[in-house]
């Protein structure tokens, strides 16, 4: 059963501030991670993703992966109140083929004015 | 138009009820999802449809019933639905079915089962 952990939250952020959320997953063989921001109410919205170990940095948002660790992270520079959401870390499958992703129960962040 | 549509946004049916929701992608995309959306979970993967066939069924119960005439379109038929059913529905595509295919969601529709 692969699985995807995030913290629940809520994560309260000065505006201002850098948001760091973490996402780890269970499945060694994964290839491929996203970020997706859902506002409430709202279908999730793609912001990141990223497929080689590292950083990759688009704006102010930077998504950071570690397959040794299986983990990924996404970090918010310079954090407005728009970006309270839910942010939801989604992995795609090993192997090629693929089954949809697998989701996290998502981060609620809260930026604080 | 552009993007992923799904109508209706909100649904209110009864246990006895059939009703279906449809979902319409207009990005060229290949393959196309229904997805669960229930308070305090994770989405959960229903099914997928890779240019028209169905490759994915999470063993969910017969009473969701999908349909994909073409690439663009998808239906999910609904009925004897139970309270528990009372989610939010969302749809949606992508390029293909390898894993580094971005999703892009449409806006849901919000089913209640009274």
């Known amino acids: 059963q692969k699985e995807v952990e995030q913290n629940s939250g809520p994560l309260s952020v000065p505006e201002g501030a850098i948001a760091s959320l973490n996402c780890t997953y269970s499945d060694r063989g994964s290839q491929s991670f996203f970020w997706y921001r859902q506002y409430s109410g709202k279908s999730p919205e793609l912001i990141m993703f990223i497929y080689s170990n590292g950083d990759k940095e688009d704006g102010r948002f930077t998504a950071q992966l570690n397959k040794a660790s299986q983990y990924v992270s996404l970090l918010i520079r310079d954090s407005q109140p728009s970006d309270s959401a839910t942010y939801l870390c989604?992995?795609?499958?090993?192997?090629?083929?693929?089954?949809?992703?697998?989701f996290g129960k998502g981060t609620h962040l809260i930026i604080q004015p | 138009e552009t993007g992923v549509t799904q109508t209706p946004r909100h649904l209110v049916m009864g246990m006895t009820n059939k009703k279906s929701l449809k979902c319409e992608q207009h990005l060229g995309h290949n393959a196309m999802y229904w997805y669960k959306q229930s308070a305090k979970k994770p989405l959960e993967l229903m099914f997928v449809?890779?240019?028209?066939?169905?490759?994915e069924n999470n063993s969910v119960p017969s009473r969701f019933s999908p349909e994909c005439p073409n690439s663009s379109h998808l239906f999910l038929h609904l009925h004897t639905l139970q309270p528990e059913d009372s989610a939010l529905y969302l749809c949606?595509?992508?390029?293909?079915?390898?894993?580094?295919?971005?999703?892009?969601f449409g806006n849901g529709t919000r089913l209640t089962v009274t």
């Open positions: 989604a992995v795609g499958a090993s192997g090629g083929g693929a089954d949809g992703l697998t």
């Open positions: 449809y890779n240019f028209k066939e169905q490759t």
């Open positions: 949606a595509s992508s390029q293909d079915r390898r894993a580094n295919s971005p999703l892009h």
